[in-house]
């Protein structure tokens, strides 16, 4: 399969419809219909059966799918890689963060980082955890920053802070006097916060065993920031890490959470990659920016 034909399956396998992907590519459809008959040609076997309009895969095509996708987001990548040193942007800093990390610890090292040294790309991405990790194994990225310490194969993980859950609540909201709001409090309340297999989630079901009580969220979360239009529309209270410069957005009041639960905050590289003096430089101010406001997430 060459590369352009990975590309057109591989945008099929996301779009599902020939013109759908056809837009995606910027192709007539026509043309994206023959390059994939004559994929399907070359390969001996149906990618796709053709049902009302729309392309099915077939078992073929969802087993070679991962692979395929994982080639092309390399290729991707080699692209990127070519086309920055053909314009000359040899000094260029790829990283990737989660969420609140990307709101909070990015812009106080980036800030420190473009003081020294002006003439250096720097390329964020914002992802979960799981595709951070994907983008460093393809090379995409050289720095990851996540709020997950755990072990990932091929990946070396530095722990280099913490960060606190809180309580997030509607302005108004009866808790917003109170100094601390504990497990027990959120009992008649209904309860934002991540999905059970999480590390926060793993982390506040222990407290709430260790209590005789039971983390059941009414509403899942898979990042904190996707809590902030649901406490403003007054749907509940969310437990959530205080990383986020939650006090910056209206309707909502940040409260201390008790006992404490730290979620750690991790610097993610390559175990086999050798990193550039310059992805050094920014992970060195990572490091600092987060020892200077991972604990203002306390106050």
Known sequence: MRARQLEVFCTLMRCGTVTGAAAMLNISQPALSQILLHTEDQLGFKLFDRVRGRLIPTQEA?????????????????????VDMRQGRTGLVRLA??????MSILPRALAGFREEHPEIVVRTLIAPIASIVDMLRNNEVSLGIAMNDLPQHEIQVETIGHAELVCVIP????????????????????LISYRADTLPARLVTAVAEAEGLTYAPAIEIDLSITALPFVREGLGVALVDGLLPWE????VVKRPFAP???VPIAL???????????????????RRAC???GWSSRR
């Open 171 to 190: 302005e108004g909201h009866r808790f917003a006097g109170r100094e601390w709001i504990h497990f027990r409090d959120l009992l008649e309340e209904t």
């Open 248 to 251: 910056q957005f209206p309707g």
């Open 62 to 82: 969802d087993e070679i799918f991962p692979q395929a996708e994982q080639i092309f987001a390399q290729l991707g990548a080699l692209r990127r890689r070519t």
């Open 97 to 102: 963060a989660s969420a609140p990390p990307s």
């Open 268 to 286: 993610l590289t390559r175990k086999d990659h050798i990193l550039s003096s310059n992805h050094e430089l920014m992970r060195d101010h990572l």
């Open 291 to 293: 020892a200077t406001l």
């Open 260 to 262: 404490s639960i730290q």
